[in-house]
């Protein structure tokens, strides 16, 4: 399938954005498919720590929304994850930082179609600083690495958990 872009340019269906990439939450709907409360989900928006501004407000000044892309849902998936495991806001805010939000909704997308087979996707590990890194090299880095490693997040899995409650929700029509 081929479709025309507004410039006229053939685009092929794997250049188009997938679902992930056009997809949108509110503030309540991110706590939800997160399973976290409200104020959690604004702490995070709003906290410098933590890295992880919303980029859209919608409303008067009075009453703002704040509206999440899947690539900042995603984002807070992982920072909520590294909440519940003792994480601090500093150090949190240094792993989202590694973090790309495009990045992500495309891995979200190639998790939706793959599932557990998409085992290419990286670790994000803290040895001394947080870095991206492929399966293999996470004990590479532990043995040869001048830093310990102090944690690893199996990326893929926090990642798929959260596609699996946004594809659940979504087909309740919950979303």
Request: hydrophobic share 45%.
């Amino acid at each position: 399938m081929i479709k025309k872009s507004a410039d006229r340019k053939v685009m092929k269906v794997s250049e188009l954005p997938s679902r992930w990439e056009l997809a949108s939450f509110g503030t309540g709907q991110v706590a939800e498919l997160l399973g976290v409360e409200e104020w959690r989900i604004k702490n995070f928006a709003s906290g410098k720590a933590y890295g992880l501004e919303s980029a859209r407000a919608v409303g008067t000044s009075r009453k703002k929304i704040r509206v999440f892309s899947a690539g900042e849902l995603l984002k807070i998936g992982v920072a909520v994850w590294l909440t519940r495991h003792g994480l601090t806001a500093p150090m949190i805010g240094n792993a989202m930082r590694v973090l790309d939000e495009k990045q992500l909704a495309h891995w979200a997308y190639r998790l939706e179609i793959e599932g557990d087979s998409a085992d290419d996707l990286p670790f994000l590990i803290c040895a001394g600083e947080w870095v991206l890194a492929e399966r293999e090299q996470v004990h590479k880095k532990a043995v040869e690495g001048q830093h310990p490693i102090l944690f690893v997040v199996n990326l893929p899995k926090v990642l798929l958990t959260i596609v699996e409650r946004v594809i659940e929700l979504h087909e309740r029509e919950r979303f």
